[in-house]
């Protein structure tokens, strides 16, 4: 039986030491603020906002190049391997493409790339997911196969806290930017393929309580894991976690 490697990209917020533990190999992708360029982790999440704050424009991200997966996948080749890669939709990012060049052109046959139609959350469980059925002993192909059918079922909802960053993004005009703020309002979104405004609320307490009911439309499957995230302050993650002990 052939070896298999799971793979995902940065994009998934692994911790470092949660990768080794689960045995998957990260692929970072790239973050160019202004006219610096980092690799995703070579900036701390700290020094991150604090240069988002005071940035008029905001950074860029960009997939890893095809180069840097054909070495990945050229690697696997000559150990004999086979690949399972989980990486950030291909609505978000060009990550799944470079993935696919990389692997024509190390002309590797050995590789199932997954293409989450999300991030962060959603990859999370299937890269879990991935790590236990290779641990079962399960083929490539069948982790490839359920992970597809098992991404149609996973919901990713957010919450936008500030409406700073979509307008220094250019999806919302400064006027209405200024107007949602004196309102407290707060965008609720979902990734199904690309990001999607599914509500909004009036204050964060209502948002919150409108993606708990959104989670109450979506019955959760104990079989798998409910994943929680924040970006700066994890006070807001508690609140959420909060309102959804009664669903």
Same mark, same amino acid.
């Not at 988002?52 to 050229?74: D, I």
């Not at 059918?149 to 999806?171: M, N, P």
């Given at each position: 039986?052939?070896?298999?490697?799971?793979?995902?990209?940065?994009?998934?917020?692994?911790?470092?030491?949660?990768?080794?533990?689960?045995?998957?190999?990260?692929?970072?992708?790239?973050?160019? !603020?202004?006219?610096?360029?980092?690799?995703?982790?070579?900036?701390?999440?700290?020094?991150?906002?604090?240069?988002?704050? %005071? #940035?008029?424009?905001?950074?860029?991200?960009? *997939?890893?190049?095809?180069?840097? !997966?054909? #070495?990945?996948?050229?690697?696997?080749?000559?150990?004999?391997?086979?690949?399972?890669?989980?990486?950030?939709?291909? /609505?978000?990012?060009?990550?799944?493409?470079? #993935?696919?060049?990389?692997?024509?052109?190390?002309?590797?046959? /050995?590789?199932?790339?997954?293409?989450?139609?999300?991030?962060?959350?959603?990859? *999370?469980? &299937?890269?879990?997911?991935?790590?236990?059925?290779?641990?079962? /002993?399960?083929? #490539? *192909?069948?982790?490839?196969?359920?992970?597809?059918?098992?991404?149609?079922?996973?919901?990713? !909802?957010?919450?936008?806290?500030?409406?700073?960053?979509?307008?220094?993004?250019?999806? &919302?005009?400064?006027?209405?930017?200024?107007?949602?703020?004196?309102?407290?309002?707060?965008?609720?979104?979902?990734?199904?393929? %690309?990001?999607?405004?599914? /509500?909004?609320?009036?204050?964060?307490?209502?948002?919150?309580?409108?993606?708990?009911?959104?989670?109450?439309?979506?019955?959760?499957?104990?079989?798998?894991?409910?994943?929680?995230?924040?970006?700066?302050?994890?006070?807001?993650?508690?609140?959420?976690?909060?309102? &959804?002990?009664?669903?």
């Amino acid at each position: 039986m052939n070896k298999i490697r799971i793979v995902t990209d940065s994009s998934a917020e692994f911790e470092p030491s949660e990768l080794v533990k689960l045995g998957v190999e990260c692929v970072p992708l790239i973050l160019n !603020f202004g006219t610096e360029t980092f690799l995703d982790g070579e900036i701390t999440d700290e020094a991150f906002y604090e240069r988002l704050e %005071k #940035a008029e424009e905001l950074p860029k991200t960009a *997939q890893p190049s095809p180069e840097v !997966f054909e #070495a990945l996948f050229s690697s696997a080749k000559e150990k004999g391997e086979e690949v399972v890669a989980v990486l950030i939709g291909s /609505g978000l990012s060009g990550t799944t493409q470079s #993935a696919r060049i990389g692997m024509e052109m190390a002309q590797f046959s /050995g590789g199932y790339i997954v293409d989450s139609e999300s991030t962060v959350g959603v990859m *999370q469980i &299937l890269v879990l997911e991935a790590v236990k059925m290779r641990a079962a /002993g399960a083929s #490539a *192909q069948e982790i490839f196969e359920a992970l597809e059918a098992l991404k149609k079922k996973i919901c990713l !909802f957010a919450v936008v806290d500030t409406l700073e960053y979509l307008r220094k993004g250019g999806r &919302l005009s400064r006027t209405s930017s200024v107007i949602g703020t004196l309102l407290n309002i707060k965008p609720i979104v979902t990734i199904a393929g %690309k990001v999607q405004v599914i /509500g909004k609320a009036l204050g964060l307490r209502k948002a919150l309580g409108a993606v708990a009911a959104k989670v109450k439309e979506n019955p959760v499957d104990p079989s798998y894991p409910v994943v929680y995230g924040y970006t700066k302050t994890e006070k807001n993650m508690l609140l959420l976690m909060d309102a &959804l002990k009664e669903v």
